[in-house]
């Protein structure tokens, strides 16, 4: 099948929440998004990140000016959905806003409780702080999560949240050993040995 253009292949998992996997062609990708040199699994057929996402509401024209007039997203040629990217030479930013109506999600297996947004700098995530405080509904105010900075917002019953890149898994684990162990925050280190022993081996 084809999705926004491109070929792709559509299935649910076993919470039922509907993935697709797209072939992202010529598109340009974040320099994040890096090919894992150890996996086994070739590279031009690895996974290399999430997104577009769909973003199904009961007014899609709502949740179109806020993605544009508050966060700066632009409109592509489109004559399906509404479809508004950050970065129009490459998919990973891209919402796709569908009209729907029925009643709402509620939180349990196959939810998804927000939508991350990745803002690269701290000035980039005080920018939006600025812009939410303009705007009707509350904001979570910025939080410490120690490993980066977040802010969240809820708008036409879409959880958002902000996060900056800084500091980092590396901020106390070498790169070399990230993965081996289960990484915890200060504040939560006292409770590792409880942590642990609820997790399940992988």
């Given amino acids: 099948m084809y999705y926004l253009g491109q070929e792709g292949v559509v299935f649910k998992d076993e919470d039922d929440l509907e993935i697709i996997l797209l072939v992202n062609d010529s598109f340009e990708v974040p320099h994040q998004w890096q090919h894992n040199a150890y996996s086994e699994i070739p590279q031009a057929y690895q996974i290399l990140g999430i ?6 509401v009961r007014n899609a024209a709502r949740t179109v000016e806020f993605l544009e007039n508050v966060l700066g997203y632009r409109k592509r040629d489109n004559k399906s959905f509404d479809v508004l990217t950050l970065a129009p030479q490459g998919l990973y930013s891209d919402f796709v806003v569908i009209e729907q109506q029925g009643q709402r999600e509620r ?42 900075k977040s802010l969240y917002y809820r708008h036409n019953s879409i959880m958002y949240e902000f996060a900056t890149e800084a500091p980092g898994f590396t901020i106390d684990t070498p790169v070399e050993q990230l993965g081996s162990q289960l990484n915890l925050p200060d504040f939560l280190e006292a409770e590792r040995e409880q942590i642990e022993s609820k997790l399940h081996e992988i």
């Fill in 51 to 56: 997104g577009p996402v769909e973003l199904r």
């Fill in 107 to 148: 939180p349990g297996r196959g939810y998804i409780h927000h939508i991350a947004v990745n803002t690269p700098q701290m000035n980039d995530l005080d920018a939006i702080y600025k812009k939410l405080q303009q705007q009707p509904q509350s904001n979570s105010g910025i939080i410490d999560r120690y490993f980066f």
